[in-house]
Structure formats: structure tokens, C-alpha cells
């Protein structure tokens, strides 16, 4: 990576970082407080920090800002006399606009980029091809032994391009018996059905777009999957993926079912029931389109404060620093600024290391974790899983920020996942001496839990809690905050738009780290090892992952 100059403007916000509002070395400890949570995310989210993308120039200015923040706080370097650790990427960006052709007894149907659909590659190729494959409906793209649930059985699908709908049936069907009804699981997500479309050696994977199951717009789909994509460097080079990965709009979804002489909404309805059987469409998926591949390291920041009985034991904050970056075939603003995705938990995660380094000492140590392309698949964080810099069963649990509250405090907390870990009794215990109670996701169907980086220290045993702002404004009551929280997702969710603006109320904000503060602190000071609870999909490895040790 190159290495750029810093500007004059940011030297100036460092300088502010660390002097200004540098823990006071005669108090006892620093009080986290609105003015610096906003110099942080005003900074992070500026123009200059240019959405902050892994591999640009916003990388070089947002990880010297987090290397400085955490020196001038009294952070420990986690990697050795380091504060960062790399992470090897490989970026594949999809060029020239390329077509999907479809070709049947009914005609053809060209799709264009960006429009009807978005096609990449995660082979690390700069050629990719798909001729006149077969296509095969295969409903939720789901193989699930373990209930019952395959929708792969009895088809042969290699070399053949299957097409998937988002989420799972037990959100289609709202039967808590099936699946986890209205609750998301991971075989709902994007991510899953391309993985398993690959492992049933499927040429090219298609998912059609619909925006409720989905939880997002096309909007999302075309801002997030267009431009560079990164993944995580692989020996194979990719190979083991499909030749090509894809989301289509619904309308032109409906298109290419009524020209397969199949209805959309009734392949809906087959979808969703038990024995669901994969149905061939009688049509060929053509596409062809050239990518430019680039390798890079980038960074995660983490730093920590040594624990004074327990050390080699630690509790781990973490936020990821990254956002989509900037645009250049956008007219007018095309700088994804992500000012509350992520800059708020962030600075969050920067005002909390202030916090503990000012004292007193915790007695275990406790890890400040600040991670890359989270927007990309969750890949620093999942580098961190593989590569930790503590070891996994010496890691006691750990809180994920992504997304700050900015309208106020409430009397609630929202937890996504409530009820998995043990951590639910030591938040809650915080919570209710900040007079507040814990509420479930509002929207479980839309799977956060399985959206942000805690799931890929979740999936290697770690109990890891992902708290969000609560809904119940304490003066102006829910539907304000409701009303809200619609509009960002509506309008400025991955949006160059989503920036800071003045009538942002971080009072709320800080509330919660003053909760995510006491809720740590009260298990790192403790000798209690939280664990998940029984039934979560997490436990057998924790289980085993403590009994070894």
C-alpha cells in the first residue's frame, strides 16, 4: 500500500484527539461526553476521509487517526509493538457494464447492469464466462440436514445456474416451528446461499431481489455490489466459488418465470412448503464480463489496556472503521461518508479505550478492536477469528458497536439476539441502574445479528453481545424515534447521504457507552466466564473450546 500524506486539516484533528481531549492525568477517570464523541464522527465522516474504503487513501487517514487516538489514550499495541494487523485482500471489480442474456422457447431476455441486475465474481480471474447454462429454480437455495430441509435434493446443479429467493421459509410462512418463523436465520442470508450454491457446483448463483425479505432496497443491492469487491486472499484463488454471482430485480425476475412458463408468486408459495422439489426452467443463462483483480493489506486497529490480575484473559469492544468509499460514476455527491455507518461506534470504541486507559485498572485486560471491510462480508473481523491476537478461549466475551444512537436516550435497549449468552444478565444489570429495560430486535426477519462482525467471533464460541439504540425516546416516545430510524434506512442507508448532520442528539449515545462501559467492566473485573445458552448454534464449540483449556 502507499503510504499519503496527511493533510493539514486532519493533522490539526489529531492534534485535537490528542490534546484537547486527552484524559486528564490528575483525574480518576475520563468522563465519555458528546462533544468528543462528535469530533470523532464530524472527522471520520468528513469529505477528506472519502467513505473511508479499504485500500484508498480514507483507509491511510482513518487508520492514523485510530493509530493516535489509542497512543494518546495509553493503549498497549495488541500486535506486538504494533497497533494494527494486517489483513490480505484481494479486490475484484466487475467493469464495462456487462449483460445477462437469457434464452428460451419464449425469445430472449437481456437484463442490463445496474438496472436489473449487478454480476460479479469472487475468482480472482479477469475473465469470466457463463455460456448457455441451464437454469434450475432451487426456492431458498437451502441445505439444512439438521432440519429436515433440502432444497438441492434430487438435482444435479453443476455446471448449471440456479436461482434463489432471499430469506428463509420460515420467514415466508411466519411458523415458529419452521425454522425460526419470523427470526432470520444464517441459511436467509446472501451470503450462506452463495457458499452452498458453490458447494452443489453451480456455475453462476442468481438471488432475485425483494425488498421486504431482504430488508433493503435495490439501492443497497447496487450501491453494495458494484465497484470493488474484497474478500479475504485464498490459496485457491477463488476456484472453489461459483464462475459468477448475481441479484436481479423482482420485476425482471417475474419476466423470466412467465417466459420458463412458470408463475413467480405460485414458485413463492411451493417454495416456503416442506419437500419443496427444485424445478427446472427450460432456459439457458448467458453472461461474459471482464474484472480488474488487485491485492492489498489492509488493517485492523486494536489496542489494549493490560489487566492487573488476569491478563492473558480479555474482554474485547470492537466497531468496524470502514465504510463504502466514494463513487466516481455518481453524478454530483458520490462519497459514501457512513457517519453513523460506522463513525459513530467508531468513535464510540475510541471514547470507551479513553474511558479504561484513564483508570482505575480492570483486572483482566480488555481489547479495543476497530476492524476492516466489515461492508464487504464481514472480512477483518473474520481475519481477527482465524488470526486473533488473543487467544479465542482466553477471550471472556465481547460488545460489537455498528450504528450509534442519534436521536436521544431511551428507556429501552434493543439487543439483536437477545437471549443467546449469558452477557444478556450482566447488560441487563446495567441497564436497569440506568432505569432501562432490554427489548428484542424490532425486526428479526431482517437477520442483523448475522450482519455485523460479531457473528464471526459468535461462530468461533466467543459470546458476543450486539446491542443497538432503543426505540422508546424518554420525552418524545416511540413513534418519533420509529419515524426516524425509517427515514435513514429509507434515504440514507449506504447512501452518500448518510452524513452528520446538526440536529444529531448523541446524549443517547453516550448513554450507551456509559451501559456497554458497565456491563463490561462488571464481567472483566469479575472471574465469571458468561457461556451461550442452551439450544443457540454457538454453545458446542464454546463447550468444547473452555474444556480443552
Not at 219 to 248: C, H, N, Y
Request: charge should be negative; charged fraction near 25%.
Amino acid at each position: 500500500m502507499k503510504n499519503f500524506a496527511l493533510t493539514g486539516a486532519l493533522l490539526l484533528s489529531l492534534a485535537a484527539c490528542g490534546d484537547s481531549q486527552k484524559p486528564d492525568e490528575t483525574a480518576t477517570s475520563y468522563t465519555m461526553n458528546t462533544e468528543a464523541l462528535k469530533g470523532h464522527v464530524t472527522t471520520l465522516a468528513s469529505d477528506e476521509f472519502g467513505g473511508r474504503a479499504p485500500g484508498t487513501p480514507g483507509e491511510e487517514l482513518t487508520v492514523a487517526y485510530l493509530e493516535k487516538a489509542f497512543r494518546d489514550a495509553g493503549l498497549k499495541p495488541a500486535n506486538g509493538d504494533s497497533y494494527t494487523q494486517a489483513v490480505p485482500l484481494v479486490s475484484i471489480e466487475t467493469k464495462d457494464a456487462p449483460e445477462m442474456t437469457i434464452k428460451g422457447e419464449g425469445g430472449e431476455l437481456k437484463l442490463a447492469y445496474r438496472a436489473d441486475h449487478v454480476v460479479w465474481t469472487r475468482r480472482e480471474q479477469t475473465d469470466s464466462e457463463v455460456h448457455e447454462s441451464d437454469m434450475v429454480f432451487v426456492g431458498y437455495g437451502i441445505n439444512a440436514p439438521e432440519r429436515g430441509w433440502n432444497d438441492y435434493d434430487g438435482v444435479d446443479v453443476k455446471g448449471k445456474t440456479v436461482v434463489m429467493l432471499v430469506n428463509d421459509p420460515g420467514y415466508a410462512t411466519q411458523d415458529p416451528d419452521l425454522f425460526a418463523g419470523n427470526t432470520m436465520t444464517y441459511y436467509g442470508r446472501w451470503d450462506y446461499k452463495f457458499d452452498e450454491a458453490a458447494r452443489q457446483g453451480a456455475a453462476a448463483a442468481i438471488i432475485i431481489h425483494d425488498t421486504k425479505p431482504a430488508a433493503y432496497g435495490w439501492m443497497t443491492v447496487d450501491s453494495s455490489w458494484t465497484g470493488p469487491q474484497f474478500g479475504l486472499v485464498r490459496e485457491d484463488k477463488g476456484t472453489g466459488f461459483s464462475e459468477a454471482e448475481a441479484w436481479i430485480t423482482k420485476e425482471k425476475a417475474g419476466e423470466l418465470f412467465t417466459m420458463a412458463g412458470l408463475d413467480l408468486q405460485a414458485m413463492y408459495d411451493a417454495a416456503k412448503t416442506p419437500g419443496f422439489k427444485a424445478v427446472p426452467m427450460n432456459l439457458e443463462f448467458s453472461t461474459h464480463f471482464r474484472s480488474d483483480v488487485a491485492h492489498m493489506d489492509s488493517r485492523n486497529v486494536a489496542g489494549f489496556v493490560e489487566g492487573s490480575e488476569r491478563p492473558d484473559e480479555v474482554f474485547v469492544y470492537m466497531a468496524h472503521w470502514d465504510h463504502i468509499g466514494t463513487d466516481p460514476t455518481v453524478e454530483g455527491d458520490g462519497i459514501y461518508n457512513g457517519a453513523l455507518d460506522n463513525a459513530t461506534g467508531t468513535g464510540g470504541l475510541i471514547e470507551l479505550a479513553r474511558k479504561y486507559a484513564s483508570g482505575p485498572k480492570p483486572k483482566r485486560s480488555v481489547l479495543f478492536l476497530a476492524v476492516t471491510a466489515e461492508e464487504q462480508g464481514l472480512l477483518g473481523s473474520a481475519y481477527y477469528a482465524e488470526h486473533p491476537l488473543f487467544p479465542l478461549k482466553d477471550t471472556v466475551g465481547g460488545i460489537n458497536m455498528d450504528g450509534l444512537n442519534f436521536y436521544g436516550p431511551t428507556r429501552d435497549v434493543t439487543v439483536v439476539g437477545l437471549g443467546n449468552s449469558e452477557l444478556d444478565d450482566a447488560l441487563k444489570a446495567a441497564a436497569q441502574a440506568q432505569d432501562r429495560i432490554l427489548v428484542a430486535d424490532q425486526e428479526p426477519e431482517k437477520g442483523y445479528f448475522y450482519r455485523s462482525d460479531h457473528f464471526e467471533l459468535s461462530k468461533k464460541g466467543v459470546p458476543m453481545l450486539y446491542p443497538n439504540s432503543g426505540y422508546d425516546h424518554r420525552e418524545k416516545g416511540r413513534a418519533y424515534v420509529e419515524a426516524i430510524v425509517a427515514e435513514y434506512i429509507e434515504k440514507h442507508y449506504h447512501s452518500p447521504s448518510d452524513e452528520y448532520r446538526d440536529d444529531w442528539d448523541l446524549t443517547g449515545a453516550v448513554e450507551d457507552l456509559r451501559l456497554y462501559y458497565t456491563t463490561g467492566r462488571s464481567l472483566i473485573d469479575s472471574d465469571a466466564w458468561p457461556n451461550w445458552r442452551e439450544g443457540t448454534e454457538f454453545k458446542a464449540t464454546r463447550d468444547a473450546q473452555r474444556k480443552a483449556d
